[in-house]
């Protein structure tokens, strides 16, 4: 078939889907109070890719000065969702067409931290009308009467391998809950699962048990974080230990020349890889678990997923492949168009630096550490400011502090200092939780280097070889024993 024939009926098919996943979208509407938080952004994150856990903003609304709040976006199916306030969240199901009201509260001085989960520091969500038959409601209640009997019987099940624990946690759970297969029914489901991770953890070596009574069947539950967890807990690092694949037929197939059917086909002589749902689905989240490897051609990897991109009639498939060829062939986290402000109230963005890579400091105005590094950053200031941008922003809630801080030490230091704004969005997605922190950005601000080194440890050194003329890297004898070893 000529190329642009199979071009046209791909787009075709996508328009296809696009407008069915279109079709059976329902509204969800979730509104309520948050009265420690006047004024501030709230959003809803959706996790639809639980192999790789990716969260997706799909609604962002303002709390009042009141702290009222509504927001709405559209489902196709129940959905793992995350409610967040600055870097401050909640988890919860989401169903179509349904409408939420939610009183949420919070530890005001955990609520001010960078990473207040560290501490305990979760948004506490309320529904002023309970209802016992709510999805949220009753997953809750088994997941804390589990977690409970876990915590009493765990540890004679983990490590005495003892069974009668097992037997008399699984007497507990069932003589309490409808613990069964329905794969139609979310919350069966749910249970059924969390079960089974149960079930793993007594049986590890019993692979033919697990698969016969949690895989082998035509569904997979793409939704279902607790199916998704069995799931990558059964076949995470599968391909590179199955007695059945051999390491030269991966070779071969990866490194040599790409070759996914091959891959595909010789895979399938795997009992427990028969069913070709799950065969595909567990292939895509081994290549993405083999493009860390060493052993593997990255780049190979990456036409492998294109192909499968291409050819799989998987939708949900094409969501992991995607998610993860975007972390994989494209500079990520751009910040130009990042707006902060500066002491005098002015937005900023990276794009106002200039031409050159840009390094990154992360600080509050309470963390010695980062004043006392900050120090050192002024003397590489002075030394590579023709080759290097520095920058540093104050993650502070409180802009307040932020203009404290610029009034006690501002005039120390020579390099643009800014204020986060509010973006904590952007913070999250490049897991900037802990203080201080830093990043390197390439002239366009792409993150080249999420963990950049730090001016106490290793900064000297990248800078010196990145930043300095090769006529004086080659007559210093730091360079000469770098290159020799």
Same mark, same amino acid.
């Given at each position: ?9 791909? #787009? ?101 931290? #960078? ?81 089974? #991770? ?64 091959? #891959? ?96 990154v400091q992360f600080f509050s105005a309470d963390c010695l550490d980062c004043i006392r590094e900050m120090a050192i950053m002024q003397e590489f200031y002075k030394k590579y400011k023709d080759n290097v941008e520095f920058l540093s922003i104050c993650t502070d809630a409180k802009e307040s502090l932020y203009h404290r801080f610029m009034k006690d030490y501002g005039g120390m230091f020579e390099w643009p200092i800014w204020h986060i704004n509010g973006q904590y969005k952007w913070l999250m997605e490049n897991d900037v939780y802990t203080l201080p922190d830093y990043l390197l950005l390439d002239k366009e601000g792409n993150v080249t280097l ?36």
């Open positions: 078939m000529p190329r642009h024939r199979r071009t046209y009926r791909t #787009l075709l098919l996508g328009l296809c889907l696009l407008l069915v996943q279109n079709l059976f979208c329902q509204q969800v509407t979730i509104s309520g109070n948050a009265p420690f938080a006047p004024n501030e952004e709230i959003r809803v994150l959706l996790f639809r890719n639980l192999i790789q856990n990716t969260p997706e903003v799909a609604a962002t609304g303002k709390i009042d000065k009141h702290g009222h709040f509504s927001l709405s976006c559209k489902l196709n199916q129940i959905t793992l969702a995350q409610l967040a306030i600055r870097t401050t969240k909640a988890e919860l199901y989401l169903v179509p067409n349904v409408d939420y009201q939610f009183d949420i509260d919070v530890d005001t001085v955990l609520f001010n931290m #960078l990473n207040p989960e560290t501490y305990g520091g979760y948004l506490m969500i309320t529904n002023p009308k309970a209802d016992s038959n709510d999805l949220n409601y009753k997953i809750n209640r088994f997941d804390n009467y589990f977690g409970r009997a876990f915590d009493y019987y765990g540890f004679r099940i983990t490590y005495d391998k003892d069974l009668s624990a097992f037997d008399t946690l699984s007497e507990l759970l069932n003589s309490r809950f409808d613990i069964r297969y329905d794969p139609d029914n979310f919350y069966l489901s749910h249970m059924y699962y969390s079960y089974g #991770l149960l079930e793993k953890l007594c049986f590890p070596n019993d692979r033919v048990r697990i698969y016969n009574k949690y895989f082998d069947n035509d569904r997979i539950l793409y939704n279902s974080p607790a199916y998704m967890a069995l799931f990558l807990n059964y076949y995470t690092g599968y391909l590179y230990n199955s007695k059945y694949i051999s390491k030269d037929l991966l070779s071969q197939t990866i490194n040599e020349e790409p070759d996914y059917l091959t #891959l595909f086909n010789e895979v399938g002589r795997d009992p427990l890889l028969v069913n070709e749902r799950i065969r595909e689905l567990v292939i895509i989240q081994n290549l993405i678990e083999l493009y860390s490897n060493s052993e593997f051609d990255q780049g190979n990897i990456v036409k492998l997923l294109q192909y499968l991109d291409q050819v799989s009639h998987f939708p949900d498939h094409k969501i992991y492949i995607q998610d993860a060829l975007k972390k994989m062939t494209q500079a990520n986290n751009t910040i130009r168009e990042v707006t902060f402000t500066n002491a005098k109230g002015r937005k900023e963005s990276i794009k106002h630096l200039g031409d050159k890579p840009i390094y999420r963990r950049a080194p730090e001016p106490e440890k290793g900064l000297a050194e990248y800078l010196w070889f990145n930043f300095t003329p090769k006529e004086e890297q080659e007559a210093n004898p730091l360079f000469i024993k770098r290159n020799n070893n």
